[in-house]
């Protein structure tokens, strides 16, 4: 059911001048959907209260509750059922003048009032600061609305389907835009990634690249279903504590991507996530202190992007090479002994250029730089470039480096996606460092200590000359010229 009211969502929302695209339809879904959200939220907090004998105080006020302004019901004529009621409903202009000039205005004001920026009051009113209705006819948004009132969040199974359908919602905006790289990474290679990092209840979780929070969502799927820290099996009400409020951190800087991964979050059941809408490389290194540091670094940094020379001033290694600066921030903000695993461009691995070669020599030096996995071309639909996963540990140097390349029979794409299946070997070969026809061992100290260059070809696997399809090719030159319109246009608007 809850499938098929998204596509009619999105219907809609096709319908309505103000949303021209993919991302248009998540953006103004994400925050009709936080406040049907938080209306069920409420309704919890206030049996929970009932059942406690106490009295509970809305977070909303009365007026701009979802059940006065959005959803007012009455009871259907000789019936217990409730309906829409239509006298006191608002629809056409008056539901956007309210939504617009009433509703927005007031929910901002939150980020001021709230106590704390880990509360969901700061969190309303910071969504609400970044966004605005982009819905334009009141008779669409009263549609949209009608239509998301017939989704809860009230069950684990109903918040569970719900995060689901709005990852998949995620994953096509990516494939729409070309940029899968920058809003989703593929769920398998996240899964993959966290059980060989194996982060523990009480470890402080960091993302400083959070796009839709993919890493910070599967690291709390987790985490929630290892055994208890204390006596008992499930988890105690102090772990479930301890992954609500103090485990789960985040920065973003795009606005788009900071509201949807904070809906990511709540959608699988982190109430108030600790993301911050910031830009993560305008943060000086030598400003990190112990107090900032983390435990475990998860993370897939934007590919290719640049960076201005006012930023590139925050750190020791100056580059353009927006991952780069990312690389340094992560091996800062990592405390003694903890753990990471980020995604990067493989050509990290052999480019002579300075700042690279500085930057590996930092990493090996300061780091146990204990597994690369080399991912195939097509893992990150539209971002046309080939990655590795860096997993490594602070605070001692790195000896040896145990290599697995992901050899699959086929070619990844769209319609043929990286699966857990694929990644299966690797996560039991990579907990004994074993050798395989796909897997090897590099000595640190064999090689060029004036490069760093860790492109270590497959000493166990034969040359294999592949002949690739037609249509495989017909693929990668139709992305390239997608890509070449994009370039295009964005220099056309920057001339106009």
């Known amino acids: 059911m809850f499938e098929q009211t998204f596509k009619n969502i999105d219907d809609i929302l096709h319908k309505d001048a103000g949303c021209g695209s993919e991302l248009d339809y998540v953006e103004q879904t994400s925050w009709i959907l936080f406040l049907k959200y938080l209306d069920d939220l409420e309704k919890d907090r206030a049996t929970a209260a009932e059942l406690t004998g106490k009295t509970y105080t809305p977070i909303i006020e009365r007026d701009y509750q979802w059940t006065v302004w959005a959803m007012p019901k009455k009871k259907k004529a000789g019936s217990e059922l409730v309906e829409l009621d239509h006298h006191n409903a608002l629809t056409g202009d008056d539901l956007t003048d309210f939504v617009n000039n009433n509703l927005f205005p007031y929910l901002k004001t939150f980020k001021q009032s709230a106590d704390s920026a880990d509360t969901i009051e700061y969190k309303i009113g910071e969504i609400f600061s970044e966004l605005k209705n982009r819905i334009q006819s009141g008779y669409n948004l009263r549609e949209v609305i009608n239509r998301i009132d017939e989704l809860r969040f009230r069950t684990h199974a109903e918040k569970h389907e719900m ?53 910070l969502c599967e690291a709390f799927d987790y985490l929630k279903n290892r055994p208890s820290t204390g006596s008992g099996n499930g988890l105690s009400s102090k772990d479930w504590e301890t992954l609500q409020k103090r485990t789960f951190y985040g920065k973003e800087k795009k606005s788009l991507a900071y509201i949807i991964g904070i809906m990511n979050m709540i959608l699988h059941g982190v109430e108030a996530p600790n993301i911050i809408h910031t830009n993560t490389l305008a943060e000086n290194l030598a400003d990190i202190q112990e107090k900032d540091r983390y435990d475990v670094v998860l993370a897939n940094p934007p590919f290719g992007g640049k960076e201005r020379a ?112 694929d990644l299966a070997e690797f996560i039991e070969l990579q907990k004994t460092f074993a050798d395989s026809e796909n897997s090897w061992t590099v000595n640190v100290a064999s090689i060029d200590s004036a490069t760093y260059d860790l492109s270590v070809k497959n000493p166990n696997k034969k040359e294999v000359v592949r002949l690739r399809s037609p249509q495989a090719i017909l693929e990668e030159m139709k992305a390239l010229d997608e890509e070449a319109d994009e370039v295009l246009e964005s220099i056309a608007n920057l001339i106009v």
């Open 163 to 215: 995060s689901h359908l709005y990852e998949d919602k995620i994953k096509n905006m990516g494939n729409a835009g070309r940029n899968g790289g920058e809003y989703y990474t593929p769920r398998p290679l996240i899964t993959t990634i966290v059980k060989v990092v194996a982060p523990k209840i009480g470890d402080k979780i960091y993302d400083g690249a959070v796009g839709s929070a993919g890493f």
């Open 310 to 421: 006012e930023v590139q001033q925050n750190f020791p290694i100056k580059t353009g090479e927006t991952a780069s600066l990312f690389l340094q921030h992560f091996i800062k903000i990592l405390k003694a002994g903890g753990k990471a695993g980020v995604v990067i461009k493989n050509t990290f691995l052999s480019n002579t250029d300075n700042a690279t070669v500085a930057i590996r020599k930092t990493l090996l030096e300061n780091c146990n730089l204990h597994t690369v996995l080399d991912l195939p071309g097509g893992t990150f639909t539209g971002a046309g470039v080939k990655t590795v996963v860096l997993f490594f540990e602070k605070g001692k140097p790195t000896q040896k480096v145990w290599f697995y390349q992901l050899n699959l029979d086929r070619n990844l794409g769209k319609t043929n996606p990286l699966n857990e299946n």
